[in-house]
Structure formats: C-alpha cells, structure tokens
Nanobody, 115 residues
C-alpha cells in the first residue's frame, strides 16, 4: 500500500510562486505514473500535470508554461513548481500515483491565490 502526503500549499498573491511536494511511502513509486490534480469549490476535479516513469511530462493548457512537474526518485517525492499564480489557480491540490492508473491519492493541500 502506498501513502501519499502533500505539502507546500498556502496563500500567495497573484504573480507569486509555490512549490508543492508529495512524499510517497510504503513502496517505491519511481515506476508509477504520477500526477497532480486540483479541485476548486463548485468545480470538477481536473488533472493539471502528469509525469511518466521515464520522465515524460504533460500539462493542461490552463497551467502550461507556468507549472512544472518533476520527481526525485531517490527521495520518492513528486513536486509541482507553480509560477505566475493566478486567482483562478485557487483550489485543493492532490497528488496521485499508480502503475498505469491512479490507484493512490493524497489528502490534498490548499492553494489560495489573492488578487
């Protein structure tokens, strides 16, 4: 069983930056597909960034060129570097991982961007 714990969320002004971390335990996740999702109040959960076992990345159009997903296999940790934050980025952010599908989810970390 894999446990995922997010951290790094907080409140920031528009234009600011944050780095989210997702620490995995219980198993090595270097071979897993990993991703970041977010859900704003009243909206559906959306996938915003994913990274495959070989390091290939993909992004939602809403965050492309502003957010960067990365991972440190030695630390068994996933990251999301967020730059040029906008008020519409306000949401609960979740990491997810799994061997081919997202079997494991973290509890989420809140990001609030004020204008």
């Amino acid at each position: 069983q894999v446990q995922l714990v997010e951290s790094g969320g907080g409140s920031v002004q528009a234009g600011g930056s944050l780095r989210l971390s997702c620490a995995a335990s219980g198993s090595r996740v270097s071979s897993y597909l990993m991703a970041w999702f977010r859900q704003a109040p009243g909206k559906e959960r959306e996938g915003i960034a994913a990274i495959e076992s070989d390091g290939a990345t993909s992004y939602a159009e809403s965050v492309k060129a502003r957010f960067t997903i990365s991972k440190d296999n030695a630390k068994n940790t996933l990251y999301l570097h967020m730059n040029s934050l906008k008020p519409e980025d306000t949401a609960m952010y979740y990491c997810a991982a799994g061997p081919g599908r997202y079997s494991y989810w973290g509890q989420g970390t809140q990001v609030t961007v004020s204008s």
